[in-house]
DNA sequence: TCTTAAATAATAATGGTTTTTGTTTAGTAT
DNA sequence: ATACTAAACAAAAACCATTATTATTTAAGA
């Protein structure tokens, strides 16, 4: 389940019984080979090019329907937005909490401390979502440069 | 930072320069001792037996003042809405993928492998979130009762 | 008690997401 | 190849949790 190519979602898709569309391709491809846990709306804006007349909504339906076929997991945010990860194994999202940059990082410690928890657990859990927040670089620099003046 | 009694949360509004109003300390009562990750509208219904005329914005505030002083996080979903844990530490919130139950669990190496996967990041995170899914017993009778007669 | 900046209640506005509706199309049967 | 039809699409409106605005009230210090 590493490595997702296109193929194999036509597959899935073929199997599941639903229609392969041009627009479906192109979402599919955009989304799984992403690294950056995109928006819809830059899903979509990107996907205008070569589709000027798509529609937001097919986005949204097509990303909904990759989440039921288990091809993605949707994060959702405390701003009132969901960004889209095509990695749906046990993994780490480094997410700083000020411009909300996201990028994965899969520590070898991470799958063991997973194991360890689901066997404490006691059950097999059917997802899961690991973020840690830090402040990236320009916004460390930025933060560092206000506390020095203003200070609460 | 376990055990958070009013008394700690009243020196922290008071010394970060906020006034103590009675509407604060029952929100604050409130959440900080629930245990189900409430939403704010679910506070809010609460909060309006002893307080008839308080404004659904007057919970939202609090709940944002409460998440800068670090005496809760807001843990963001893909239906479009927030719920608020006034655990900040490293534990695991398992959720319900069906119907968003929520409650704490504290593995007894979670907080250790936890900080060996920070040690390997090599930074020191400024929080969490850690959550694991798994249908409730309610949900996981219905799934299977769905998936003897329907199918896709 | 007086003063005033902060907090509140009420209300409107926001914006990401979902729903609705009429049109187009992928897949299949003829 | 053509015709058929349920599914998918584009466009637009609706939804709704959250945030912003504004007038009023109030906590806290002088
Ligand atoms: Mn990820
Ligand atoms: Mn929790
Ligand atoms: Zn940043
Ligand atoms: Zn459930």
Avoid at 51 to 78: D, M, N, R, W
């Amino acid at each position: 389940m590493m490595l997702m190519n296109m193929q194999h979602v036509i597959a899935k898709l073929r199997h599941s019984g639903y229609k392969i569309t041009p627009q479906r391709l192109e979402i599919c491809e955009l989304i799984l080979s992403s690294q950056n846990h995109p928006t819809a709306d830059q899903i979509y804006q990107k996907i205008l090019r070569k589709f000027p007349t798509i529609s937001l909504a097919t986005v949204y339906q097509t990303l909904h329907l990759l989440k039921e076929l288990g091809l993605l997991q949707e994060l959702g945010f405390a701003d009132m937005s969901s960004r889209y990860d095509p990695n749906t194994s046990p993994h780490v999202n480094v997410i700083c909490p000020k411009c909300g940059q996201i990028y994965d990082c899969e520590p070898k410690r991470a799958k063991e401390l997973w194991s360890q928890i689901a066997a404490e657990l006691r059950f097999k859990p059917v997802g899961q979502r690991l973020d840690v927040y830090k402040y990236c670089d320009k916004c460390s620099n930025i933060q560092s440069r206000n506390s020095e003046t203003k200070n609460r």
